[in-house]
């Protein structure tokens, strides 16, 4: 299996500018999360789904982020309008039966995000 | 979810066990202990969990002390490519929440 499949790598944009990252999950997986990684804050949980449905979402900085799973296969974060502070590696994260005594989740390689 | 307690950096030689410590003393009994690494820019990956006995997988061996308040994980044969951030976490079997992660331990392998 390819894993965790992020895209953009790395994206570089302007203050104000619409940010649009994407994920592919391992097949199979039911479980989508997104993580975001900053020097100051470390990786802070911004939402997660299950079975394509937002699950908790408490993570989510404000409503500039926004993020959809429409299907199984796909899931997109969307900051709108981008600021500088949004600077930081986004992690997307997928589990095949999130709960119970399992725990363990498969990460992809991040989006590495810098808003000039 | 209990909170846990990880020197920040250790060093350890090429070749050598690595034994890396994580106090989480108000563990619960339904929450299992987790570690995690991440290695420089790249995402977290799973390493190993347990909830009361000892576990060893093909990456690593885990130690979890009898009262769980502690617990190690062991690296038996560290080489260059372990040097990453190391995360104990414990979670709650009986939730779906989240894994928290905190800051971690630095383990630098030298050779």
């Known amino acids: 299996d390819a894993g965790v499949i992020q895209s953009p790598r790395h994206e570089v944009t302007e203050m104000g500018q619409e940010v649009t990252l994407r994920c592919k999950p391992i097949s199979g997986h039911n479980s989508l999360f997104w993580y975001r990684q900053t020097m100051m804050r470390g990786l802070e949980l911004l939402i997660y789904?299950?079975?394509?449905?937002?699950?908790?979402d408490s993570g989510m900085p404000e409503d500039r982020f926004s993020a959809k799973m429409p299907n199984a296969s796909f899931s997109t974060l969307k900051i709108q309008p981008s600021e500088p502070r949004d600077s930081a590696v986004y992690f997307c994260?997928?589990?095949?039966?999130?709960?119970?005594?399992?725990?363990?989740?498969?990460f992809g390689e991040g989006s590495r995000l810098t808003v000039l | 979810d209990a909170k846990t307690t990880q020197p920040p950096s250790m060093d350890c030689a090429e070749g050598r066990a690595a034994n890396l410590p994580c106090n989480h003393s108000?563990?619960?009994?339904?929450?299992?202990v987790y570690w995690y690494r991440q290695i420089h820019s790249q995402g977290p990956q799973y390493i190993i969990h347990g909830l009361k006995n000892n576990e060893t997988n093909e990456m690593a061996s885990l130690i979890i002390t009898e009262d769980r308040k502690s617990s190690t994980l062991i690296l038996p044969h560290a080489t260059l490519r372990d040097t990453a951030v190391y995360y104990c976490i414990v979670r709650d079997s009986g939730s779906a929440r989240q894994l928290t992660f905190g800051s971690g331990t630095q383990l630098t392998v030298l050779p």
């Open positions: 108000t563990i619960s009994g339904n929450e299992y």
């Open positions: 994260a997928s589990s095949i039966r999130w709960g119970g005594a399992n725990g363990e989740l498969f």
């Open positions: 789904f299950n079975n394509n449905v937002p699950i908790d």
